[in-house]
């Protein structure tokens, strides 16, 4: 199916285009919070080691205190990191994208960047168009 075929007024179109951007965007922000997480884990994994450096040290009592107090808090109240990531993209990320490729669904059959397909048709109609009035 050509873009062509698709028939959306203009209002429609810019919805579909900025719905589109707005879960790009979000995914981009899923993938910092997958950045987050990461980092989180390896202070984590950091501490872990200090626990053990401080008990051969003999400060048993600091040891306790990172293996006790601060390695099994989360970093949001009781939430580890993997938990929000969970979180954020089964209840949030899922849903958005979910009524995004909906709406899609309903007004352009699916198909996606249509604003972007449209620009992308009309430049290459326009540079064809442009050889054959040189000639």
């Known amino acids: ?20 951007l707005g879960v790009e965007n979000l995914y981009r922000g899923y993938g910092n919070l997958l950045e987050f997480h990461h980092a989180i884990g390896r202070g984590m994994d950091h501490l872990h080691d200090a626990e053990a450096i401080l008990r051969a040290a003999g400060h048993e009592d ?26 954020f993209r089964r209840e949030f990320l899922n849903e958005v994208s979910g009524f995004e490729q909906a709406v899609r669904d309903d007004l352009a059959d699916g198909r996606e960047h249509i604003t972007e397909r449209r620009q992308q048709q009309g430049w290459r109609e326009r540079a064809t168009h442009r050889d054959e009035d040189e000639r």
């Open 62 to 87: 600091r040891a306790n205190t990172l293996r006790d107090d601060v390695l099994p808090i989360g970093v949001f109240g009781d939430k580890w990191s993997y938990e929000i990531v969970e979180s």
């Open 1 to 20: 199916m050509g873009i062509a075929n698709i028939d959306l007024t203009e209002e429609e179109q810019h919805a579909l285009h900025e719905l589109q």
